[in-house]
């Protein structure tokens, strides 16, 4: 992972604005990811990169009937803004919703409305990313140090693209949900066919019903559904009883809890889940419908995700034939209907795809690193936020077995410490280099606080290096005036160091007036410790071959302990620490 500079503003000089982090989408998670921002570390500068002109990303988006969460809003809401509404919402009450987050906040002011992103290169000299947003034809540049994603996980203008035979023959009205305009649908008195089975088809068939002449789902292969009261009796007493912060709170963990059990025990328990649930749609359907084969899904509960319908209103659509369900296969999409594998037909003036959402990560934009291109879905991610060969770029993605917000708002924490810990040992970097003199010769142990005395080091002449960390000696050795020395021995990938008896020999035969050396922890009792044996004899060596050993490390490393113990504090002779 790269670092970079952070003064947050454009050079006097020249016209590309400058910022420490930029935000790519205003949606649910970008908004979320502002709001942190700002709150853990008001004194970053940072904007929100928004391709349309309103807040609300998907909410915004989709305009199809019945739009709604299909997560209970005490977790799918933000932890600190309460949720005061049906715990199932539509989707015009949670745009609304992130839209007051956005304004009380003070974040719709940063927001950079019709931007959208086309490009971003990230320059390992300069450690910053390059970002070209089309602003109204026009193309702009941006740089940042951060670029965190808040993109989402499709592709906003192109759906997923699936084979239905004949579609081209239909002489009625197709509609996909993704590009649903109210102003232009009119499905009021129509025989309508939803070709799905997923939330969306589930969300769609009780709420255009009462408007049809009759509408039908046609499925090739069940879903898992489940009814789930819209307004939660629980949180009901809880809001009527308990103040307003402390209801949510008890509110919010109880569905935490109640998502997190219900997952494990489903997938602990498959055949039991699959009883369960068939159980309930049975009950639900009174015997009006057939379960089988309607809601005999051929995979495990959670194998994919489970749809939920508001207080049961798909299965009282079917319940109460105000809608059908059909479960076959397509032959032949004719100009009046669809005919099905089985013979049947389907006669229909309009048809809905309700086929899915093309994945897509960052909104399409492709990274390139020193103008190198990178394909995402190529790479690892690391702790679900960022990714392998990428620097200083965050990818929110939210959880698909519990509400999306829970999970983008683990990434946006995340962040937020990481900006904490960076600035702490920048901070440690600028005064450990403030002692340096030109002429002098140094030792500098491998470690992120080490490399960033190494970065501050770049403007002093004729220095002398010893490092174990091959990252700190490319960032040196990159300076004409430097002689940059390594020790030979076992490279160590994690660290980007060397260690071992070569290391050790290389060390007992030098001499530095300085060493700069990192710790895993420090504690009054129990000294300097480490995380490994192989570290041990490599200190020991290095602090023999210093004149004056200073010991680096942020707040975060005082009073802990790790599993090696080099000494005593009196093997340093300085400290410094933020």
């Known amino acids: 992972m790269s670092v970079a500079h952070s003064n947050g503003h454009a050079d006097a000089n020249d016209s590309v604005a400058s910022y420490d982090v930029l935000i790519i989408g ?29 807040i609300g990303g998907t909410w915004a988006l989709f305009k199809y009937p019945g739009i709604r969460s299909d997560s209970d809003l005490a977790t799918f809401g933000y932890a600190f803004k309460p949720w005061e509404g049906a715990d199932i919402a539509d989707g015009q009450a ?66 997923l693209k699936v084979d239905i035979p004949g579609i081209s023959n239909f002489k009625g009205d197709i509609v996909h949900p993704q590009f649903w305009d109210p102003k232009k649908v009119n499905y009021d008195n129509k025989r309508v066919v939803i070709i799905g089975s997923g939330a969306t088809a589930i969300t769609l068939l009780p709420s255009m019903a009462p408007r049809t002449k009759s509408i039908t789902m ?48 489903f997938r602990l328990l498959p055949a039991f889940a699959r009883w369960f649930l068939r159980t309930e749609t049975k009950r639900a359907l009174k015997g009006v419908v057939e379960t089988d084969p309607h809601f005999k899904p051929a995979y495990n509960p959670w194998d994919q995700r489970l749809c939920i319908c508001p207080d049961g209103d798909f299965f009282t659509a079917l319940r109460e034939r105000k809608a059908n369900i059909v479960t076959a296969h397509i ?40 103008g190198k291109a990178v394909k995402m879905s190529d ?58 003199k030109d002429g002098e010769t140094l030792i500098l142990d491998a470690g992120t606080t080490t490399t960033e005395i190494a970065m501050r080091l770049t403007n002093r002449r004729n220095l002398t290096l010893i490092t174990n960390a091959l990252n700190i000696a490319i960032i040196l050795g990159a300076v004409p005036t430097f002689a940059v020395h390594m020790p030979g021995g076992q490279f160590k990938s994690p660290t980007l160091s060397l260690s071992g008896d070569k290391s050790v020999e290389y060390f007992s035969n030098i001499f530095a007036g300085k060493l700069f050396l990192a710790t895993a922890g420090v504690d009054l009792e129990a000294g300097l410790t480490y995380s490994s044996f192989a570290d ?43």
């Open 26 to 54: 205003a949606g649910i998670s970008g908004i979320n990811a502002a709001y942190r921002l700002q709150d853990s570390a008001p004194h970053k500068k940072f904007a929100i990169l928004e391709s349309t002109g309103e």
């Open 94 to 159: 949670i745009v609304e919703y992130v839209n007051k987050v956005a304004d009380d906040a003070g974040i719709r002011k940063k927001t950079l409305f019709n931007h959208r992103v086309t490009g971003a290169d990230f320059s390992t000299p300069d450690r910053e990313w390059t970002v070209t947003a089309s602003v109204n034809g026009t193309e702009k540049k941006i740089k940042a140090e951060f670029i965190f994603l808040a993109t989402g996980y499709y592709d906003y203008n192109e759906p």
């Open 218 to 265: 046609l499925q090739r292969s069940p879903s898992y559904v489940i009814a789930l009261p819209k307004h939660d009796p629980f949180a009901r007493i809880m809001r009527f009883f308990l103040p307003s912060a402390l209801a949510f709170a008890i509110i919010r963990f109880k569905n935490i809890c109640r998502i997190y059990a219900s997952y494990h025990l």
């Open 379 to 436: 790479k690892y991610v690391w702790k679900g936020s960022m990714l392998e060969d990428v620097p200083n770029l965050l990818l929110a993605i939210g959880y698909i077995n519990a509400s999306w917000t829970l999970g983008s708002d683990c990434t946006a924490l995340f962040f937020c410490r990481m900006l904490k810990d960076m600035d702490k040992k920048r901070k440690i970097g600028a005064l450990a280099a403030g002692l340096v």
């Open 331 to 370: 032959d032949q999409v004719v100009e009046d209907g669809i005919k099905l594998k089985d013979g049947r037909k389907l006669d229909a003036d309009m048809i809905i795809t309700a086929t899915g959402l093309k994945i897509q990560l960052g909104g399409g934009m492709v990274p390139t690193v020193d």
């Open 536 to 578: 041990l004899q490599l200190k020991e060596a290095m602090i023999k071959a210093a004149a004056h050993v200073y010991l680096v490390a942020d707040s975060t490393k005082i009073g802990r302990s790790s599993f090696t113990r080099l000494g005593s504090l009196d093997v340093i002779q300085s400290l410094i620490t933020d």
